[in-house]
């Protein structure tokens, strides 16, 4: 059993520094603002159908690149930003990887807190999955292949999906085969005393019921859990913690601690062919 860390008996300021990615590297914004540009160069060269409508809210749209050739695996991307910030448009740059090695690529959006709650938030996320599943054709998608990856916040919205409960649905079989954790927070004990509680706003019972560290596993897809070397050291425990939850209920994952990354830097890789992480993430999808 991984030991629980007392979130409460922390001091504030090693809080702040442990999970506050935007304290931690000062520099961010730069980082932000270089991911947005190369992103809305690739929305501008590589074809695709953009802010999709899946669900009614503002927020609730997605953009899907058709893969190549018919029945391909999808994989499907849930941007960081502690729910509360961010959107499918700094992340366009992973795409072009990942379709040339046969994917179909979907970003989604979704509403942000404090607009809706965590809890809103999270069934947003499988309204999401419901569609791409139920419109894989129009993208050359296979709806029994979904490939889930997402980073920091989405990470824990891709692991929430994986220990859904799916049985009510009319699916065949599970068709969600491998998930990437990207970078990712799984127990959501520090989060009320963050100064992102502000916007997150979670409630009493809300840490138990969202942490997937705290909830039984349903799924038993293939994961692989990356975090930065150069994260916080209790940032970067949250995917060890997690990753011996997974192999602890022999479910196959893969623990990556990809040296020189922080918070930002790290899904820049994904950009890069060659890179590490994406050569694993390629080899999920195509597992």
Request: glycine fraction near 4%.
């Amino acid at each position: 059993m991984v030991p629980k860390v007392d979130f409460a008996a922390l001091p504030n300021e090693t809080l702040n520094s442990q999970f506050m990615p935007r304290i931690a590297v000062p520099d961010h914004e730069s980082w932000l603002a270089d991911d947005f540009s190369s992103s809305a160069a690739v929305r501008a060269r590589v074809p695709g159908r953009l802010n999709v409508p899946y669900g009614p809210g503002p927020r609730q749209v997605m953009d899907i690149f058709p893969a190549a050739r018919p029945d391909a695996p999808i994989l499907i991307w849930f941007h960081g930003g502690y729910w509360r910030a961010l959107s499918k448009d700094y992340y366009t740059s992973i795409a072009p990887p990942l379709l040339a090695a046969g994917a179909a690529v979907v970003l989604v959006d979704y509403d942000l807190c404090p607009q809706v709650t965590l809890t809103a938030l999270l069934d947003e996320t499988r309204a999401a999955l419901r569609w791409v599943r139920d419109h894989a054709a129009e993208m050359r998608g296979d709806p029994d292949r979904l490939i889930l990856a997402g980073n920091s916040a989405g990470a824990h919205i891709c692991a929430m999906a994986l220990q859904f409960d799916w049985s009510h649905e009319n699916w065949p079989v599970d068709p969600i085969r491998a998930a990437a954790l990207i970078t990712g927070i799984y127990d959501l004990g520090p989060v009320p005393l963050l100064p992102v509680q502000q916007e997150v706003q979670l409630a009493p019972g809300d840490v138990a019921r969202l942490s997937p560290m705290s909830l039984p596993l349903r799924s038993r897809a293939r994961c692989l859990v990356a975090v930065g070397g150069d994260e916080p050291d209790l940032w970067i425990a949250q995917s060890q913690d997690y990753h011996t939850k997974l192999t602890a209920a022999a479910i196959a994952s893969q623990l990556m601690v990809v040296p020189s990354r922080h918070h930002f830097s790290i899904t820049r890789d994904l950009a890069d062919a060659t890179a590490t992480l994406t050569r694993a993430l390629i080899d999920l999808l195509q597992s």
